[in-house]
Each structure stands twice: as structure tokens, then as C-alpha cells.
């Protein structure tokens, strides 16, 4: 706004050169002063007492100056109205296409999530919501679990209510005993999705460093590329 502002400006006085006469320029007064140096004042009373007699003063600023004078200054200054505005505008052209470009690389960056990489283990950071309450969790991204599976000492966080008995299937085949519980929501970077179904689990054997599998009730439907060497998951936008 500040550069088209700026344009406005400029064409206001390309107008006022070209089309307003020239007398209301206003009378221009010249005088030396004790150095010798040539002084030109808009006003006779900035004229000091000393130097009046001495002064002259010009009804314009064309005074003196032949008709060809006159017009080859006037096309001078009206040329460099036009650079000026030309100038102007490729400067908010570039400007504009700068910020276009940040907003684009901005909301590229916001489809990226970092996650920690393990050998094969894509560990991905998400936001559990429930009743009001909101935790962080690291979740192991698992596309053979059917659904997500917290770990009971990450689900006592959240103080989940009525749950009911499942069985679930683990990597190995083996049959884990569940309870099904239903998320206000799991978010992960720029990706949310409502009520998601979670079974939780007693976890045992050595420790891990996860909390739980992120599994496909929340992958499914959406478009996401792996980065391993950037350790980033990103993901699609919906067309």
C-alpha cells in the first residue's frame, strides 16, 4: 500500500507539471549574499534587509526562456514522471511476487511434520484431545495396525471414561487384550481428524520410545510422502 501510495504521488505531480499554467508557480526572488554565493527564496520577506535592493525577482520559473527552452524541460521532467512511475511499478510488481513466493514456501513449510527416525521406525509427534484435555505423544506410524493403540500409562493421562473389551491383532499375529476408547480428536502438524477410535494397551517387555501405534483409522485418506533424509513427513493438500 506504501508503494502504490507512492505512484499516486508521482502522478499527482506529473499532472500538476503538464497541465496546471505556470504562473501559479508564484514568483521566485534571487539575491548574493556577502559571500557570493546565489540564493533563490518563494517569498520576498525571506529576502534579508541587506540584500533587497540587490535582489531580482522572476514571475516564473520559465522567465527568460524561449518556447523550445520551455518544452524541452517540460518533456524532460514529464520523461522522468513516467520512469519514475515505471520504476515504481516494477518495484511493487517484484515486491508482490516476493511475498506471493513467502506465502507459498510458508504454507508449504505448514504441510510438514519433523518426525524422529529409527533404522525403519518413523516415530511422528501428535496431539491427543480428550474431554478438554490436550497431550503430547510420540506414536509409532504403523500402516499394518488397523487402529491407533495407546500405551495404558499415556492413556491414564487423559482419564478416558466407559470403555469397552476388544482384541487386537500385533505385528507378530499375536492377540492383545484392549479397551476401545473413542478421541476427541488426533492431530498431527496440519492434519486433524475427529473422533478417532484407539484401543489401549498393557505394555510389556523392555522399554520403547513411543507411546503407542499411530495406525491406519487415522492414515487412511490421506496423501503423505516420507522424507528419510530430511526426517519430515509431508503431506498433500486435498484437490
Not at 117 to 138: D, F, W
Not at 165 to 191: R, S
Not at 211 to 226: A, E, K, P, V, W
Request: proline share 3%; net charge positive; glycine share 8%.
Amino acid at each position: 500500500m506504501y508503494k502504490i501510495r507512492i505512484i499516486q504521488i508521482v502522478l499527482i505531480f506529473a499532472f500538476v507539471t503538464l497541465v496546471i499554467p505556470q504562473q501559479l508557480y508564484g514568483k521566485i526572488f534571487k539575491y548574493s549574499d556577502k559571500n557570493g554565493r546565489t540564493c533563490f527564496v518563494d517569498d520576498e520577506s525571506k529576502i534579508p534587509p541587506e540584500y533587497f535592493e540587490d535582489s531580482t525577482v522572476y514571475q516564473d520559473r520559465f522567465e527568460n526562456l524561449s518556447e523550445e527552452e520551455r518544452l524541452k524541460i517540460l518533456e524532460r521532467e514529464a520523461r522522468l514522471a513516467r520512469e519514475k512511475e515505471e520504476f515504481l511499478e516494477r518495484e511493487e510488481e517484484a515486491l508482490k511476487k516476493a511475498e506471493e513466493l513467502a506465502a507459498r514456501e510458508k504454507y508449504l513449510k505448514s504441510l510438514e511434520t519433523e518426525v524422529a527416525i529409527i533404522g525403519n521406525q518413523v516415530l511422528v509427534p501428535v496431539v491427543l484431545g480428550y474431554g478438554g484435555r490436550e497431550i503430547k505423544a510420540r506414536l509409532l506410524l504403523d500402516t499394518g495396525a488397523s487402529i491407533t493403540a495407546l500405551h495404558s500409562e499415556l492413556a491414564e493421562k487423559l482419564s478416558f471414561g466407559n470403555s469397552r473389551k476388544i482384541v487386537l491383532q500385533g505385528a507378530g499375529g499375536n492377540l492383545l487384550n484392549a479397551a476401545l476408547v473413542k478421541l476427541n480428536y488426533i492431530k498431527v502438524g496440519p492434519v486433524k481428524k475427529l473422533d478417532v477410535y484407539a484401543g489401549i494397551i498393557d505394555r510389556n517387555g523392555p522399554s520403547v520410545n513411543h507411546s503407542g501405534l499411530l495406525g491406519m483409522n487415522f492414515l487412511r485418506g490421506l496423501d503423505y510422502t516420507i522424507d528419510f533424509k530430511q526426517k519430515t513427513i509431508k503431506w498433500k493438500p486435498k484437490q
